[in-house]
Nanobody
Framework: QVQVVESGGGSVTAGDSLRLSCVVS??????YGWFRQAPGKEREFVGA????????TYADSAKGRFTIETDNAKNVLFLHMENLKPEDTAIYYC??????????????????WGQGIQVTVSS
């Protein structure tokens, strides 16, 4: 059974840091991604990492503040977020793909999704 479970969300103050974790199990995946969805907005790409290449890629909004890492031995994906801003407030989703479809930044590039976890940043 495939499971994708996020943890580590919560409420923080602007400038704080937070680390999200995502445990993925049940299948072999080629790459993982993080997305987020703010109230009233479309789900947007945050970043992704290939298990093969190992080098993450980020959306412009995440560059310099967010870092994606994996513990492949434990099938855990991390999203380290620093200097958080109120506009980072959203539900964050972890996603995993069983094969490469040519990209990392679209929801359709992934097969399975976590339930989402709330991150709230107050000013």
């Amino acid at each position: 059974q495939v499971q994708v479970v996020e943890s580590g969300g919560g409420s923080v103050t602007a400038g704080d840091s937070l680390r999200l974790s995502c445990v993925v199990s049940g299948r072999t995946f080629t790459h993982y991604g993080w997305f987020r969805q703010a109230p009233g907005k479309e789900r947007e790409f945050v970043g992704a990492i290939s298990k093969i290449v190992g080098k993450p890629t980020y959306a412009d909004s995440a560059k310099g503040r967010f870092t994606i890492e994996t513990d492949n031995a434990k099938n855990v994906l991390f999203l380290h977020m620093e200097n958080l801003k109120p506009e980072d407030t959203a539900i964050y989703y972890c996603a995993a793909a069983t094969y490469y479809r040519g990209g990392y930044s679209f929801a359709g590039d992934y097969d399975v999704w976590g339930q989402g976890i709330q991150v709230t940043v107050s000013s």
